[in-house]
């Protein structure tokens, strides 16, 4: 069975296209610039001119992964022409890297959602739609031991719940992540967005530990498809959002996707602020790569 990963970076990326605070004035008006015109995955972040997506695809390749997927926007003119070079330079340590599209449907302006996503790459590709997949964000640096950990999972389906008080963000924006609630073996049950402070004391007090899902999860592709092509939309976003499926599977096969328990910190690119953060990361965790 291959390892596989795919990447979701079809989005419309909106709060990284907001303007830049005050504070963060002296980000190089280059990076700024290309914030505001690519998706976030092709920001040059890195040394030399590296964007986000090369430090993804590295991770992968020290993480064993054998092929990546990336679903692209539509629109989006950069990001395979990009990928594509690096192939051709064999940049990608062996890797075969494939596309899909979100298509975006005539009565809506943007995509429908990450379920969506994940159901329009899966169905592009019919060689993905058997054997194991992990799926992520883009604007996310997920370690090479995150990675490892899901696929070695025992369980087929799996997430990582990662321990709240590891996450290096702000107290507000921390607060604000989806919290995860598990049944006494550490099957999901629920995804909680936006936790209120009485939901987060109520697990606390059950689980003994705050776990945050960041958006990273592995399954057998077969067995989710179903899953994926019955997800709703949500009734305020108006999207078919990943997490929902997630929790539907576990109410359909009556048992959920296991909870894997990791104390380490998920370097974020949602929004202009957020690069000098990625910047410092990655120069004292890649050095000269």
């Given amino acids: 069975m291959k390892k596989r990963l ?10 990284m296209k907001k303007a830049l605070a005050e504070e963060n004035s002296d980000l190089d008006p280059k990076l700024v610039a290309q914030a505001n015109a690519v998706t976030k995955g092709m920001i040059q972040v890195g040394k030399n001119g590296k964007t986000l997506i090369d430090y993804q695809l590295y991770n992968a390749h020290l993480a064993g992964i054998e092929e990546v997927m990336l679903l692209l926007h539509p629109t989006d003119s950069v990001s395979q022409e990009y990928c594509e070079s690096l192939m051709a330079k064999d940049a990608t340590w062996g890797m075969k890297i494939v ?4 298509q975006i449907a005539a009565d809506r302006e943007k995509p429908a959602g990450t379920a969506d996503a994940v159901y329009q790459a899966l169905s592009q590709h019919a060689d993905w739609q058997t054997g194991r997949v992990i799926v992520c964000n883009s604007d996310n640096l997920y370690s090479v031991n995150a990675l490892k950990t899901l696929w070695a999972s025992e369980v087929p389906q799996a997430l990582i719940s990662y321990h709240r008080d590891s996450l290096l963000y702000p107290e507000e ?5 989806a919290l995860i609630r ?3 073996e550490g099957y999901l049950l629920e995804i909680i967005e936006k936790p209120t402070k009485e939901q987060a004391e ?5 689980q003994g530990r705050l776990g945050v899902s960041m958006n990273v999860f592995v399954f057998e592709a077969s067995t989710f498809l179903p899953y994926l092509a019955k997800t709703p939309f949500h009734p305020v976003r108006n999207e078919k959002e990943l997490p929902t499926s997630v929790v539907m599977f576990g109410e359909g096969e009556g048992k959920g996707f296991f909870a894997i328990p990791l104390a380490e910190n998920v370097p974020d690119l949602t929004s202009k602020e957020d690069i000098l953060v990625m910047q410092k990361y990655l120069e004292e965790t890649y050095g000269d790569f």
């Fill in 6 to 15: 795919l990447i979701l970076a079809g989005g419309m990326a909106s709060r």
């Fill in 182 to 184: 598990t049944d006494a």
């Fill in 202 to 206: 109520e697990l606390m007090a059950k």
């Fill in 99 to 102: 596309f899909a599209r979100q």
């Fill in 173 to 177: 924006r921390i607060s604000a992540f």
